[in-house]
C-alpha cells in the first residue's frame, strides 16, 4: 500500500467519515488536480475493498468510510462529524492545528467535548452545533463547563462553539474565555491580528545579541 493510501485510511479512521473534496484538501492540495487525482485514488481504494462509499447521494459528493466501517453509511451523525472534518481543515488553512481530538474524555469532566485541540498557542475546546441548541441545552452544556473550572482542573483552555446559533449569550458571565460563531473563517481577523502580533518581536539570540523574528 502507498504511503498516501495509508494516510486517507488514518484520515477515515480519525474523522470517521470524509467527502471527497475533504480528502483531496487534505492529501491532494499539492497536486495540480486535486479533485482528479483524489478520485482516481479513491476509486482504487474502494475497487480493493479498503474504503466503501455511500454513493446514494443525487447532485452530492460521495461520502467515503473505512471498510468495515465503524458507523453506517446513512447514520444520523454523519454530517456532525463531516463538520468536525471541516473545522479542522479551515482551522488548518489559517493556522496549524495539533493535537486534533475528536470526543475526547477528559479526566473529571462532566463531559465529553466534540474536539480538544491546539491552535495559535492555546487549547481549545471545540463544540460544533450542526443544528440549533434551545436556550436549555446551550446553557446547560456551558454549565459542564463552569462545573470543571470551579472544581480547579482548567489549564486556561478555550471554548469555541461553532455552528448555527439560537443563543448569544454574554461571554462575561464565564470565568474562562468562551467564543461563539457562525464558522470557523470567522475567525479568520483573529487570526490576522495574531500573526501581525508576532511581527518584530525582538528575542535574545544565541550570541546574545538582539535579532528580529517574523
Same mark, same amino acid.
Given at each position: 500500500m502507498?504511503?498516501?493510501?495509508?494516510?486517507i485510511?488514518?484520515?477515515?479512521?480519525?474523522?470517521?467519515?470524509?467527502?471527497?473534496?475533504?480528502i483531496?484538501?487534505?492529501?491532494?492540495?499539492?497536486?495540480?488536480?486535486?479533485?482528479?487525482?483524489?478520485?482516481?485514488?479513491?476509486?482504487?481504494?474502494r475497487?480493493?475493498?479498503?474504503?466503501?462509499?455511500?454513493?446514494?447521494?443525487?447532485?452530492?459528493?460521495?461520502?467515503?468510510?473505512?471498510?468495515?466501517?465503524? =458507523?453506517?453509511?446513512?447514520?444520523q451523525?454523519i454530517?456532525?462529524?463531516? =463538520?468536525i472534518?471541516?473545522?479542522?481543515?479551515?482551522?488548518?488553512? =489559517?493556522?496549524?492545528v495539533?493535537?486534533?481530538?475528536i470526543?475526547?474524555?477528559?479526566d473529571?469532566?462532566?463531559?465529553?467535548?466534540?474536539?480538544?485541540?491546539?491552535?495559535?498557542?492555546?487549547?481549545?475546546?471545540?463544540?460544533?452545533?450542526?443544528?440549533?441548541?434551545?436556550?436549555?441545552? =446551550?446553557?446547560?452544556?456551558l454549565?459542564?463547563?463552569?462545573?470543571?473550572?470551579?472544581?480547579?482542573?482548567?489549564?486556561d483552555?478555550?471554548v469555541?462553539?461553532?455552528?448555527?446559533?439560537?443563543?448569544?449569550?454574554?461571554?462575561?458571565?464565564?470565568?474562562?474565555?468562551?467564543?461563539?460563531?457562525?464558522?470557523?473563517?470567522?475567525?479568520?481577523?483573529?487570526?490576522?491580528k495574531?500573526?501581525?502580533?508576532?511581527?518584530?518581536?525582538?528575542?535574545?539570540?544565541?550570541?546574545g545579541?538582539?535579532?528580529?523574528?517574523?
Open positions: 502507498k504511503k498516501r493510501d495509508l494516510e485510511i488514518q484520515s477515515l479512521e480519525k474523522f470517521k467519515c470524509l467527502e471527497r473534496d475533504q483531496a484538501a487534505l492529501h491532494f492540495s499539492k497536486n495540480a488536480n486535486p479533485i482528479v487525482t483524489a478520485n482516481r485514488v479513491l476509486k482504487r481504494l475497487d480493493t475493498g479498503y474504503i466503501k462509499a455511500n454513493t446514494n447521494r443525487s447532485f452530492q459528493q460521495y461520502i467515503y468510510f473505512l471498510n468495515p466501517s465503524p =458507523m453506517k453509511k446513512d447514520s451523525k454530517d456532525h462529524y463531516l =463538520m472534518a471541516e473545522g479542522y481543515i479551515e482551522l488548518n488553512s =489559517m493556522s496549524k495539533s493535537n486534533y481530538e470526543e475526547p474524555k477528559i473529571n469532566a462532566n463531559f465529553i467535548p466534540d474536539v480538544k485541540c491546539k491552535w495559535m498557542g492555546k487549547e481549545y475546546f471545540i463544540e460544533y452545533q450542526n443544528s440549533l441548541y434551545t436556550t436549555k441545552q =446551550m446553557y446547560s452544556k454549565d459542564k463547563y463552569v462545573e470543571y473550572f470551579n472544581q480547579g482542573y482548567w489549564k483552555e478555550r469555541l462553539i461553532v455552528g448555527k446559533i439560537n443563543l448569544k449569550f454574554d461571554v462575561n458571565d464565564y470565568p474562562f474565555k468562551v467564543k461563539q460563531v457562525k464558522g470557523v473563517q470567522e475567525l479568520n481577523g483573529v487570526v490576522q495574531f500573526k501581525e502580533s508576532k511581527v518584530n518581536i525582538p528575542v535574545k539570540s544565541v550570541s545579541g538582539i535579532k528580529y523574528t517574523l
